[in-house]
């Protein structure tokens, strides 16, 4: 049976990714399972300078979800090829880099360094993270800001770009096109979603930063929507997130048009969830008659519609 994928180039030895922000850099669970499981891992999000985050409480749980504001603290892209990638080396994984900046310049930057340093498969870049002052889902909630990171990040390396969009918009097609236009390779589909947990004995939001971004199952089927949208809405491929938490959950990205998905909260429940999922996946599969993951990508009955790759959403 073949559960390997091949999205913006890279190949993946199965769809399952790590998402950014909810497996440290890889390194953090190596004690934990056996990373040649996953077929890809995005790291935390990186800016060029190391960051401090959101002042402290920056985790809620909420029902069904997580609300977080961690405010994209992290050691910095330099420090990162320094120190954490030759120990990701020996991990048979595709690693994607998150990248963020404070402006179009930054963002380039981060992708620069990336672009000359072993071992990253290729650039998801953030222009959606709702917990920070400045850039993030500014970026990604104005399709003529996210076509001029993009086109810049397209410009500062040669190695896949993949925008992660916001679901915290109208109509995400317009920002999955702007996309596709200035250069991408394939979209993230989607970031958390804005929330506000507010503390009624104190009359206080519950986060240390005020708002934050809503994760888990309580979210998926806006993520199966949004996603679903953005691949029938451009050709590049689609990488599913948001709220899975089975393969069942996973399966539904990848009929609504997703070539691969990324699992996030569900990760710190039970770090094993990665080797069930693929399990329960596999099972489905046979028991579908399919003898390659790829088949079932885009195969939504959807009455009045057709399926996006009629149209070409999912070449
Ligand atoms: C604690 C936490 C930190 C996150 N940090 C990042 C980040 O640095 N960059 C990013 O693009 N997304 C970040 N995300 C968003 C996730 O990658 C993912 O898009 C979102 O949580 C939805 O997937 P899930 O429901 O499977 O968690 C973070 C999410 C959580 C819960």
Redesign the pocket.
């Known amino acids: 049976m073949n559960l390997a994928v091949e999205v913006a180039g890279i190949r993946f030895k199965n769809p399952l990714i790590a998402?950014?922000?909810?497996f440290g850099y890889g390194v953090e669970y190596e004690g934990v399972l056996d990373l040649s499981v996953l077929g890809g891992i995005?790291?935390?999000?990186l800016y060029m300078e190391a960051r401090d985050g959101a002042p402290t409480p920056?985790?809620v749980e909420t029902p069904s979800?997580?609300l977080?504001a961690?405010g994209?603290q992290?050691v910095g892209v330099r420090a990162f090829v320094r120190d954490v990638l030759p120990r990701l080396a020996k991990h048979e994984v595709a690693l994607l880099v998150?990248v963020?900046g404070d402006s179009v310049e930054e963002y380039a930057e981060v992708s620069r360094v990336c672009d000359g340093a072993p071992g990253i498969a290729g650039l998801?870049v953030?222009i959606?993270?709702p917990?920070v002052k400045k850039g993030g889902m500014a970026f990604g909630g104005d399709p003529r800001l996210t076509h001029e990171v993009v086109a810049a990040v397209r410009k500062a390396t040669r190695l896949p770009v993949i925008p992660?969009l916001s679901p915290n918009v109208g109509d995400i097609t317009v920002f999955a096109r702007a996309a596709e236009e200035a250069g991408a390779d394939a979209l993230?589909c989607?970031?958390?979603l804005l929330g506000l947990a507010i503390d009624v004995e104190a009359r206080r939001p519950r986060l240390g930063f005020g708002t934050g971004?809503l994760?888990?199952?309580a979210?998926?089927p806006v993520?199966v929507r949004m996603a679903w949208q953005a691949a029938r809405a451009v050709r590049i491929p689609v990488i599913g997130?948001?709220?899975?938490?089975s393969a069942s959950d996973a399966l539904e990205f990848l009929i609504a048009g997703c070539r691969a998905v990324?699992?996030?909260?569900?990760?710190?429940v039970d770090p094993g969830i990665y080797e069930r999922v693929l399990l329960d996946l596999r099972a489905w599969l046979e028991r579908h008659g399919e003898d390659d993951v790829n088949s079932v990508v885009g195969t939504l009955e959807y009455p009045g519609l057709p399926r996006p790759c009629d149209s070409g959403g999912c070449a």
């Open positions: 998402a950014s922000g909810t995005v790291s935390k999000g920056r985790i979800g997580l977080n961690i994209l992290g998150n963020c998801e953030n959606s993270c917990n992660k993230s989607i970031n958390t971004g994760s888990g199952p979210i998926r993520a997130i948001g709220g899975i938490a990324q699992i996030g909260t569900a990760n710190f």
